[in-house]
């Protein structure tokens, strides 16, 4: 699991936006009542009580996140009988992100629901503000920070980490790392690489890499291109046809079939609009 790398150190912790909170254990991802999975969900204690806080990383905005939130937030709440405060984690800036209260409202205007979140934009921290929170668990994100695509900060994040001796974090730093270079300073990605495969040693030992491994040779090259067609077809929706990301993803993960997956790349790239595109979804054969 991405925010829990380790039995007592979180990438993600709710110092963020709950510096009170004192992290107590993490929580399954699969509920009970709902057939999706959610990103993260911890237990803490503020005060002497218990609370949860439910966490989804979004890479890119999402218009329907909000929604989304509240329909996972009442479903946690009346599954653990706790109460919960959902958080959206907005890894790359893009485009206006709305800020809360996300609100429902009955055509005369009277708003019916009225739902409180919370928000973290890594991309308007400095690295340096990630470091004074002084949260091992979040120095994988230093590279996401608006200033820090640079060797300079990667240096100082696995010298950083060397302290922290944590191998699972340090494996999910350097692919954070990696993907930050690519989006924004490929001109220095050669570097990492080059310190990367001087690190190969270090990092194969990670558990999570392992696992990584592991699965990987077990589904073998075949289901690889499976996931990859899958997500190709979620990433054409999600960029024309935002409104129908939760729906790509529910179809495409039930699709074992190349040819059909190849067809709705290309029926996804050129629908017109949502109607035509869920057509589309229900007309594949469905074994």
């Known amino acids: 699991m991405l925010y829990l790398l380790a039995e007592d150190e979180a990438i993600i912790r709710p110092h963020l936006f709950l510096p009170d909170?004192?992290?107590?254990?993490?929580?399954?991802?699969?509920?009970?009542?709902h057939?999706?999975?959610?990103?993260?969900?911890?237990k803490v204690e503020i005060d002497g009580k218990m609370m949860l806080v439910?966490?989804?990383?979004?890479?890119?905005?999402?218009?329907?996140?909000?929604?989304?939130?509240?329909?996972?937030?009442?479903?946690?709440?009346?599954?653990?009988?706790?109460?919960?405060i959902s958080c959206v984690i907005h890894l790359l800036k893009d485009g206006s992100i709305?800020?809360?209260?996300f609100e429902r409202k009955l055509t005369n205007g009277k708003t019916i629901v009225s739902?409180?979140?919370?928000?973290?934009?890594?991309s308007k921290f400095t690295a340096e503000d990630i470091i004074q929170i002084g949260q091992p668990g979040l120095l994988p994100f230093l590279t996401l920070t608006k200033d820090g695509a640079t060797i300079e900060v990667v240096q100082r994040m696995f010298r950083e980490l060397e302290v922290f001796a944590n191998k699972n974090v340090t494996f999910v730093a350097f692919m954070l790392a990696t993907f930050s270079f690519h989006l924004s300073n490929q001109h220095d990605l050669p570097w990492l690489e080059r310190n990367y495969r001087y690190m190969h040693d270090i990092l194969s030992e990670s558990p999570f890499y392992q696992e990584i491994i592991a699965m990987g040779l077990e589904k073998g090259l075949e289901r690889g291109q499976l996931t990859a067609l899958r997500q190709a077809?979620?990433?054409?929706v999600r960029a024309r046809l935002p409104a129908l990301v939760e729906f790509a993803e529910s179809q495409v993960a039930t699709i074992d079939d190349k040819a059909q997956l190849h067809r709705l790349v290309v029926k996804m790239s050129t629908v017109p609009d949502t109607k035509q595109a869920t057509q589309a979804f229900l007309d594949v054969p469905k074994l």
Not at 35 to 42: C, Y
Not at 55 to 84: G, H
Not at 98 to 101: A, L, M
């Open 21 to 33: 909170a004192r992290y107590i254990q993490e929580q399954p991802q699969k509920l009970q009542s």
């Open 35 to 42: 057939p999706r999975t959610i990103d993260g969900l911890v």
């Open 54 to 84: 439910h966490f989804e990383f979004q890479t890119y905005n999402d218009s329907n996140m909000a929604s989304r939130l509240l329909e996972y937030n009442i479903l946690i709440w009346n599954e653990y009988k706790l109460p919960v």
């Open 98 to 101: 709305s800020s809360p209260p």
């Open 115 to 122: 739902f409180y979140y919370e928000t973290v934009e890594i």
């Open 233 to 236: 077809i979620v990433e054409i």
